[in-house]
């Protein structure tokens, strides 16, 4: 068995002793035991791997030693991608098969993407009588969530490498292994010491101090809306630039004439994929009232074929969620939700196993868009249908929550879903069953965050600006 006992943190090219000997227990949700810790770091710590990090930024950093960098890491991260995706499906309840695609195989293909970004990037240009730099921002605080731990790690410390940034990176305490194993990764890629820098710890103490420390030049945050706007809180004290991706609640939309068979298909595995906990999953599917009895019996055969099970069974579609407190806040959802009126229409709130965090994939119709399942994120395998009368009171329900993070159209023609796409307030659409693409700038409207990932355009949040005024 795999020995997951963390006692060090990387700073400063190396594995160094944290101040303070206390740790984070990682617990395997789908036993509900202990497999491994992480050390539980402190102000001390941050600032070490801050300090080391800044005196590791080089402002004039060339093309070449960026992409030298770059590949080195995108080589040795590679390598380790079999046994990255068995700790994630360990350590967060991912399905095995879910954990060696999309929990790997797309930050490949992300960091891949990103060396593109950078290979034909322009750093100067000439407007008017200005030469106009693009530099590097400096020290980068990175914040990471659980759901996607390689992922998120990938679409900030990669742009950031290549930027020619450096960082100081916190991940999840409910899934941290995965990232310790990236960071191996990283030594191995022998990058200058100082570079890259791991500090685990608690939110309340790591994260607060990363977000608020005056040598951090920017903080790049995943996660909750609630802890975003308290990362933008502390970061603001030493008026740093702040990237937030957020929460969701995005309106898978099936227009009049639509493909409604895929649109369910799609749809429903859209929502439920890892469990539900994707930021980007399209939680409320909105039908037209006209389909409304035809699209519950699709979507009711749809979910039957996930089934629950041990995250090792390649059967498995929906392993356990990846927490206690996952596993009761998503349950308290459900029940609100049948008190609230909406129909149960499969699944429910009930253990579906002895042991473990698991919850049955579950769907209600009749769903009031202003009931709180159809306006707050549950972060669980938990479908709304919605019904509407026609295109604008589609636009008015898809529109109508305090997210705009992603969601789909599905049209009786491109030109048609296209322009109803255009009016919808969300930062990322898939049209007609367009799909998923890695270097697509990728965040959120309203309150699913400001700035973007992915691409170039996640690649540019870490430069600044700079115009030299030269003589005509």
């Known amino acids: 068995m795999h020995d997951y006992t963390r006692k060090t943190l990387f700073i400063d090219g190396r594995w160094v002793t944290p101040s303070a000997g206390d740790v984070i227990d990682v617990v395997d949700p789908a036993t509900e035991k202990v497999i491994g810790c992480v050390p539980n770091g402190t102000v001390a710590d941050v600032d070490a791997a801050v300090d080391a990090a800044r005196r590791a930024f080089d402002p004039l950093i060339t093309r070449a030693e960026r992409r030298d960098r770059l590949a080195r890491v995108i080589a040795a991260m590679e390598k380790r991608l079999p046994d990255i995706a068995e700790t994630i499906s360990r350590e967060m309840g991912a399905p095995l098969r879910i954990a060696q695609g999309v929990q790997t195989k797309v930050p490949l293909a992300v960091a891949r993407g990103f060396a593109d970004v950078l290979e034909s990037f322009e750093f100067e240009e000439r407007v008017g009588n200005s ?12 914040i990471t969530p659980w759901n996607y731990p390689l992922y998120q790690v990938v679409a900030k410390v990669l742009p950031a490498i290549a930027a ?5 990176l916190k991940p999840s305490n409910e899934a941290p292994l995965s990232v310790f194993e990236f960071i191996e990764a990283v030594e191995e890629a022998g990058l200058p010491d100082g570079v890259v820098n791991l500090v685990s710890g608690r939110g309340s103490v790591v994260g607060e101090r990363i977000a608020s420390h005056p040598d951090v030049d920017v903080v790049s945050f995943t996660g909750s809306t609630a802890v975003g706007r308290r ?6 004290g030493s008026v740093k630039k702040v990237a937030l991706e957020l929460g969701g609640k995005s309106a898978n939309v099936i227009l009049d004439g639509g493909d409604l068979t895929t649109a369910v298909k799609v749809g429903v595995g859209n929502a439920f994929l890892n469990g539900g906990q994707t930021c980007m999953a399209w939680t409320r599917m909105l039908v037209p009232r006209s389909r409304y009895d ?24 929906i392993g356990p969620l990846a927490s206690a407190a996952q596993f009761e806040s998503v349950r308290g959802f459900i029940d609100r939700a049948r008190r609230d009126g909406a129909r149960l229409l499969t699944g429910g709130s009930e253990p579906v196993r002895d042991s473990g965090y698991y919850v049955a994939p579950t769907v209600f119709a009749d769903v009031d868009p202003d009931s709180e ?4 994120e549950v972060f669980g395998p938990v479908l709304a249908v919605i019904p509407f009368q026609d295109a604008d009171d589609a636009l008015r329900i898809a529109n109508g929550t305090p997210y705009g993070l992603s969601g789909a159209v599905w049209g009786p023609d491109l030109d048609t879903a296209i322009a109803f796409a255009r ?5 990322q659409l898939d049209v007609n ?3 998923y693409n890695p270097v697509a700038p990728f965040g959120g409207y309203k309150k699913s965050g400001v700035g973007r990932e992915l691409g170039r355009a996640g690649f540019e949040e870490f430069l600044q600006t700079k115009s030299l005024q030269l003589p005509s």
């Open 131 to 142: 030469l106009v730099l693009r530099e590097p921002y400096g020290v980068v605080g990175a």
């Open 164 to 168: 020619g940034c450096t960082v100081v």
């Open 231 to 236: 990362v933008a809180e502390l970061a603001a």
């Open 294 to 317: 035809e699209a519950l019996e699709l979507i009711d055969a749809a979910a039957a074929k996930y089934t629950v099970g041990e995250p090792s069974d390649p059967g498995t579609r």
């Open 373 to 376: 399942l159809g306006q707050e």
């Open 423 to 427: 009016r919808v307030q969300t930062g």
């Open 433 to 435: 069953g367009g799909m």
